[in-house]
């Protein structure tokens, strides 16, 4: 029997690849541009790291993440989201001390889920987390980063912006006792999950997808009614950076987010085109996880963006660059072996000069046509030949195979040629 893949845990082929890499491109552009810095911390951590930021009670910790005894005897996981490594790296290399921190990261996460169209048990994440700054200025630049984003992507259109606050931990603790006193009112319409968290955790009651335990969280108390003076006004400060910047959004105050370690800001972009998987990027505040996790107490905000429902997206949409079929931008050919090294040495000349440019050689036997076709298939742009007759003059033949006149032309002239060919690239 062939072995295959891990349930969950699927390849991304060459041509998915190629979207991945073009996604990955544009982010690292624009977080660039906002002066972030990466961050890359290990898949796998200590079990306690995320029953502690995550929270005990939630689906995550009790029921999706892979955990296991290493050798010493250690209980390890794989991390099933990012955040919680990224604080703990900030807090043990000292990060956080009196300076503020702008960090991204990518990666893959794991979570032992039913796999489905745009969810899987290994996924990837990318996201943004930044450190020190409690005004909701902050909070708004992320969003409006977020924004951004989709509008380089082309899929602005397609996404809708939900936003709340969950308050402070004082309003929690008061609309905790509102929501309970509903919910147990209402406890046998709930659905079983939902029944069973009304005391261990009733804010997720509202993350709940059962149809009608949703149809009777329409009547639930609103957790905006619950907010402390100073939740309110820096929530209404967000909204109001939002809407001098033109990003729209709807107010929806039953998103809660599945993490225990939200407060005030919470936010998802959401898309209506891959019907029950739609959330394509999350995220929030935490100012108390980095205490939490027995750092000094600082404020934090940030986001995640799942890849695989992105890419998944801009694929529904057909938003991607048609280059990205092409395998090679220059393909070249020789008409015998005598010009094989000149051929080699163009190649390199090339590659040297204009990196960016991807470059094919043929190599092994075949006629003429024969490589022709091989050159079509691989999509470049451009074939170059070298012929006895181009050997003799240090020539080569200048083939457009898109449409255009063949040339022949000096090996210089055939290097500016292939200079000009991806100067706007998006390929690093």
């Not at 909070?139 to 924004?147: G, H, K, M, Q, R």
């Amino acid at each position: 029997m062939n072995i295959q893949a891990v349930r969950g845990m699927p390849d991304v082929l060459p041509a998915d690849a190629a979207r991945w890499g073009y996604v990955e491109h544009q982010v690292r552009r624009l977080f660039a541009s906002y002066g972030l810095v990466q961050i890359r911390t290990p898949i796998v951590e200590d079990t306690g790291l995320f029953a502690r930021s995550i929270g005990d009670v939630t689906d995550i910790v009790e029921k999706e993440m892979y955990s296991f005894e290493d050798r010493s005897g250690e209980s390890l996981t794989l991390r099933p989201e990012l955040t919680a490594g990224v604080v703990r790296a900030a807090i043990e290399h000292g990060l956080l001390h009196n300076q503020t921190q702008r960090l991204w990261y990518q990666g893959p996460a794991f979570r032992y889920e039913r796999p489905q169209k745009g969810r899987y048990r290994q996924f990837h994440q990318i996201g943004v987390e930044c450190f020190g700054i409690a005004d909701a200025m902050m909070d708004a630049e992320l969003i409006e980063l977020t924004d951004r984003l989709w509008r380089v992507l082309g899929i602005r259109d397609a996404v809708t912006l939900q936003l709340n606050s969950i308050g402070s931990l004082e309003a929690r603790h008061r609309y905790r006792e509102a929501l309970v006193t509903f919910l147990e009112h209402h406890r046998d319409g709930l659905d079983v999950d939902s029944q069973a968290r009304i005391q261990r955790n009733p804010m997720r009651v509202l993350d709940s997808k059962d149809p009608s335990t949703q149809q009777i969280l329409v009547d639930a108390p609103s957790i905006l009614d619950a907010l402390t003076d100073e939740d309110r006004s820096h929530f209404d400060r967000l909204c109001k950076a939002l809407n001098d910047a033109g990003v729209p959004f709807v107010i929806n105050d039953r998103l809660v987010r599945g993490l225990d370690y939200y407060g005030r800001t919470v936010f998802e972009w959401t898309t209506d085109q891959l019907g029950a998987q739609g959330t394509v990027c999350g995220g929030g505040r935490y100012d108390g996880l980095v205490a939490h996790l027995g750092g000094r107490s600082t404020p934090g905000v940030g986001f995640a963006i799942g890849v695989e429902r992105l890419v998944l997206l801009m694929e529904t949409l057909d938003v991607f660059p048609d280059e990205l079929v092409r395998d090679c931008d220059v393909y070249l050919m020789m008409q015998s072996a005598d010009a094989e090294p000149a051929l080699r040495r163009l190649a390199a000349s090339i590659r040297e000069t204009a990196p960016d440019v991807r470059v094919l050689t043929h190599i092994g036997d075949g006629s003429l046509k024969s490589q022709l076709k091989k050159a079509d298939k691989s999509g470049a742009l451009v074939g170059l030949i070298i012929g006895q007759e181009e050997l003799l003059h240090d020539q080569v033949q200048l083939k457009p195979l898109r449409g255009g006149e063949s040339q022949t032309v000096s090996h210089a002239d055939a290097i500016a040629y292939c200079q000009q060919l991806r100067k706007a690239s998006w390929i690093i």
